[in-house]
Nanobody, 116 residues
Framework: QVQPVESGGGLVQPGGSLRLSCTVS????????MGWYRQAPGKQRDLVAS???????NYADSVKGRFTISRDNAKNTVYLQMNSLKPDDTAVYYC??????????WGQGTQVTVSS
């Protein structure tokens, strides 16, 4: 029983920044991967970035150099710092938790809109 909850989304102008947070509550397995995915209307849900317990990170090519993922294991929280935002970053951003026990849980999503 795990429940990720995201926060930090909003409306921002192109070139601006947002910081998303996701805190996972419940029974947490230490050996887990947390990630951010995004889905725009009519599009597939795509991986933005992921980070393991040990700190191994994977980014989508489209966000490399602009987004930074990090985590605080003590707080069961993952962050996504988004800089130099572009209109095509507009999407619902979802937090995902997956552990070695085979559990996977999604947050409710937080809307990020990049527009003038």
């Amino acid at each position: 029983q795990v429940q990720p909850v995201e926060s930090g989304g909003g409306l921002v102008q192109p070139g601006g920044s947002l910081r998303l947070s996701c805190t996972v509550s419940g029974i947490i397995f230490s050996l887990n991967t947390m990630g951010w995915y995004r889905q725009a209307p009519g599009k597939q849900r795509d991986l933005v970035a992921s980070i393991t317990r040990a700190g191994s990170i994977n980014y989508a090519d489209s966000v490399k150099g602009r987004f930074t993922i990090s985590r605080d294991n003590a707080k069961n929280t993952v962050y996504l710092q988004m800089n130099s935002l572009k209109p095509d970053d507009t999407a619902v951003y979802y937090c995902n938790y997956a552990d070695v026990a085979g559990r996977s849980a999604w947050g409710q999503g937080t809307q990020v809109t990049v527009s003038s």
